[in-house]
């Protein structure tokens, strides 16, 4: 394969990064020469200045990435999810990120440390109440183990050292029309108290438009084949709101207080043109649906420090998720729920100094989860499937964890961490039938090594050997079918490409066994790159399989996709980054004071599922590669900085099964900023996401010739946003 231009652009400015030397650091002051007598002594303050996100990284014990506030603003995104798709070796595919190209459920999502609550709308999350991102590349003990392709830590933003008043008004265009967001963030202190309360309220239109092209099984059972060209509008509106309380009890005790509240009411409607080309094809209806979804969260920690060698941490949550919809097709079919996810976590963690060399934790988690939802069907007013419609499903998730770890500082050079968590995961899902219960116990041993080339720490190497694993959606344990939209008439027979879904109460967890080894160099004047490599070996691996079966709400047999534990798989990859300033990185091209910062990254992966023969046995959703390339420019003389940033894919396919494959056309993410700084207190910034937009297509075929092909047009965002310092 031939490298790309984004790849060889990557690997260019790599080489560069490499040949650049460490600049000797500037002289410093006599310190032996006394003052001269009757002279006046200066008074001087030294005050601590917060470490830059590679410094963060640098001292981190584990590998890991940080991005601070300079980097979520700087293109005046409205939604986390734009923010996370321009991090390297991360995606966001189905509303949510992914990392290394693997699917959903194998990137761990954290709020403060925490699990995301189901159901969390990451695009729906505004940047400005982030602090940071961490992005971990494996697991680590105190943290669960939840985390195959490594964890996406979102800080939100603590209770302010000082008062502040920070408003930010927004406008944006998609689609149809303008759209309008605010954000806007209290903070006051006062002793030993300290408040912050931002809120955020947002709005989003859309238009989705899409060609599918269908060539299979008719109504009456022979070739048909159509194309329906289908127009989507969605448009909603919501908001979120963060509150945080720290109470500074003493200088070795404190407690603090962390709420989220989400919420928000969405709609869509979809219009298609039909158009017949052969025999009695099943095509989607014109369709209405709308509906809300609402996240609350509250958590309570509680610190303490005994002595300069002790401290403990308690923490306390709780969790309330919950969703509606109701939606009517033109064919009279109507679709009414709701679902429910609830969730209680207690954990604790003691800290113990021992020596100079050794940092001892020990803790525990204690999670009780429990998913309920209904769902009625009815078509032209009776239920779709009798016995089924209305009645409730559940599932139901217990977890207790333990844990124990060692940061251990061998020499000066060469550091270490060692961690041992066990869970134990109890499952059960409930319906019509009886209840199906699970139980797992999970060990997981983590080693992650660090050495440093030089005393300075400027040249890293870090290994990990960890041991994760992906548990199974409750949603995705549940028993209760759901019938294919295109064949709704169950005396009659459906296809392998439009199957009736059902869950799998017998799911059992996914298993893996990862290693990492990378080597970081740190330049002087904060630039850095990174090579590493990782590779996953995957037990117990999940993925939904469909089969022709005998089923209870039907009188003829039907396709059903079912989620099950397939089979063993591997991943590999290679992953390059670099980021500074243009001068260090490049030295011989650009001058060392120009204001010009570049950011670059190449991902390689390949990946086996060894019940599937090859070729193109991947794992789902892995791209064979991925790239980034970004600048940012301030201009001399002007209050106007700008930059770009352009994530590339490209086209790959991928064989679920012995008879069916997803084929995927490239996608291209162009984007761009301006900012313009009036004072101290005001600036504005215009945005552009996804510039002179890719039209992507996927196409879902079988072996025995049935096909779905989808195109769906792309579309740029606009957006500008005036923030202001009250």
């Given amino acids: 394969m031939n490298p790309s231009p984004i790849a060889a652009a990557g690997l260019a400015l790599i080489a560069g990064a490499a040949a650049a030397q460490d600049a000797p650091g500037a002289p410093g002051a006599p310190t032996d020469a006394a003052p001269r007598p009757g002279a006046r002594i200066e ?23 940080v991005y601070g506030r300079d980097e979520i603003d700087k293109y005046g995104d409205t939604s986390v999810s734009d923010v996370l798709k321009r991090l390297p070796g991360v995606n966001i595919q189905g509303g949510a990120p992914r990392m290394r190209g693997l699917g959903s459920g194998y990137t761990l999502v954290l709020i403060n440390g925490d699990p995301a609550p189901p159901g969390f709308q990451f695009d729906q999350l505004n940047p400005s109440q982030i602090e940071r991102i961490e992005v971990t590349r494996g697991a680590t003990a105190d943290q669960s183990a939840q985390a195959v392709a490594g964890a996406i830590n979102i800080i939100l933003k603590d209770a302010p050292r000082v008062s502040q008043r920070d408003l930010r008004l927004g406008v944006g265009y998609n689609a149809v029309r ?62 979120n709101t963060a509150p945080r309380v720290n109470w500074k009890i003493s200088d070795d005790e404190s407690a603090s207080a962390q709420f989220f509240a989400q919420r928000g009411e969405w709609n869509n409607r979809t219009a298609y043109t039909n158009q017949v080309l052969l025999g009695q094809p099943s095509l989607e209806p014109d369709n209405v649906f709308q509906g809300s979804w609402q996240n609350l969260n509250g958590n309570l920690q509680w610190n303490n420090r005994f002595s300069e060698a002790q401290r403990i941490e308690l923490k306390l949550g709780a969790r309330d998720s919950k969703g509606t919809f109701d939606g009517l097709t033109s064919t009279q079919r109507r679709t009414v729920g709701d679902n429910r996810d609830r969730n209680l976590t207690q954990s604790g963690k003691y800290g113990q100094f021992i020596g100079e060399a050794h940092t001892l934790s020990a803790g525990w988690e204690l999670e009780w989860r429990q998913r309920d ?42 550091s270490t961490y060692l961690g041992l968590r066990s869970e134990r995961i109890d499952t059960q899902s409930k319906g019509l039938a009886e209840p199906v219960r699970n139980l797992s116990r999970v060990t997981t041993p983590l080693w992650h ?77 904060g630039a850095m790159f990174s090579i590493g490599g990782f590779h996953r070996s995957v037990d117990d691996l999940v993925r939904n399989v469909t089969t022709l079966q005998t089923v209870p709400w039907a009188s003829v047999p039907r396709w059903v996709s079912t989620p099950v534990n397939f089979s063993k798989a591997r991943s590999t990859g290679l992953e390059l980054e670099l980021k500074g300033r243009a001068g260090e990185l490049l030295p011989s091209v650009f001058d060392t004071k120009t204001a010009l910062n570049l950011r670059a990254s190449l991902n390689w992966y390949r990946s086996r599922v060894d019940a599937v023969e090859g070729p193109n046995n991947r794992l789902d959703n892995q791209q064979p590669w991925s790239g980034n390339l970004g600048f940012d420019y301030r201009f001399a003389g002007l209050p106007l900085s700008v930059g770009s940033s352009l994530a590339y894919t490209p086209g790959y ?52 010739g049935d096909s779905t ?18």
């Fill in 653 to 704: 396919t991928t064989r679920q099964t012995g008879t069916q494959s997803l084929e995927q056309t490239r996608a291209r993410s162009l984007d761009a900023f301006a900012l313009w700084t009036f004072s101290r207190t005001a600036s504005l910034r215009v945005s552009a996401n996804n510039i002179a937009p890719l039209d992507t297509a996927s196409r879902s075929f079988f072996t025995g």
């Fill in 43 to 65: 008074r001087i303050e030294v005050t601590a200045r917060p470490q830059s996100d590679t410094e963060l990284r640098r001292r981190a014990p584990v590998a890991k990435q």
């Fill in 709 to 726: 092909r989808t195109e769906r047009e792309g579309r740029t965002f606009f957006g500008a946003n005036l923030e202001l310092k009250l």
């Fill in 373 to 414: 939802e209904t769902r009625t069907i009815t078509e032209n007013g009776q239920p779709q499937l009798p016995g089924f419609e209305g009645q409730p499903f559940g599932a139901r998730i217990a977890r207790q964890a333990l844990y124990v770890q060692d940061e251990w500082e061998l020499s000066p050079q060469w």
């Fill in 178 to 239: 303008p759209t309008a967001s605010a954000s806007f963030t209290y903070g006051e202190r006062a002793g030993g108290l300290a408040l912050s309360l931002p809120v955020s309220l947002f709005s989003w239109r859309n238009i989705n438009r899409s060609v599918t092209e269908r060539q299979t099984a008719g109504l009456d059972g022979q070739p048909s084949a159509a194309v329906q060209t289908g127009r989507q509008d969605n448009w909603g509106h919501g908001f």
């Fill in 449 to 525: 090594l660090n050495y440093k080339l030089d005393p300075k720490g400027r040249d890293l190497i870090r290994a990990s050997l960890t041991r994760s694993y992906k548990a199974p959606e409750l949603n995705a344990l549940l028993a209760r079918p759901s019938l294919s939209g295109l064949f709704t008439d169950t005396t009659r027979p459906n296809t392998e490409a439009s199957p009736d879904r059902r869950g799998n109460p017998a799911l059992k967890p996914e298993l893996a066994t990862g290693l990492d080894i990378a080597f970081e160099r740190y330049l002087t004047g």
